[in-house]
Nanobody, 125 residues
Framework: QVELAEFGGGLVQAGGSLRLTCTDSGRTFTNNAMAWFRQAPGKEREFVAA????????SYRESVKGRFTISRDNAKNTVYLQMNSLKPEDTAVYIC??????????????????WGRGTQVTVSS
């Protein structure tokens, strides 16, 4: 059973930083590729970043490259999203996702089957 919970959302001014945490309290974390998605009001949910089971492969949407870093600590069943140089357009509910994906690499965004409830990130102008 995968049980995802996100923490670390909040209000930050443009140019600031925030770190999101997602913990899987359900089952063994190591077998899962992990990802972050986000959804702004009135917008479609969009892929943000993903990391392979080993942490050796990452993927980012173009608009966050160089600003966001996804990482994981399998011993803690936890994935992180470090967000720097935040912009107002980053404002969204950030949602943690998981997919059993033991091969090195990350799934396509549509492959993810397990989802957290999300945490709100608001970036002021």
């Amino acid at each position: 059973q995968v049980e995802l919970a996100e923490f670390g959302g909040g209000l930050v001014q443009a140019g600031g930083s925030l770190r999101l945490t997602c913990t899987d309290s359900g089952r063994t974390f190591t077998n899962n590729a992990m990802a972050w998605f986000r959804q702004a009001p009135g917008k479609e949910r969009e892929f943000v970043a993903a990391v392979s089971w080993s942490g050796g492969t990452t993927s980012y949407r173009e608009s966050v490259k160089g600003r966001f870093t996804i990482s994981r600590d399998n011993a803690k069943n936890t994935v992180y999203l470090q967000m720097n140089s935040l912009k107002p357009e980053d404002t969204a509910v950030y949602i943690c996702a998981a997919e059993e994906w033991i091969v090195e690499g990350v799934p396509a965004p549509y492959e993810y089957d397990y989802w957290g409830r999300g945490t709100q990130v608001t970036v002021s102008s």
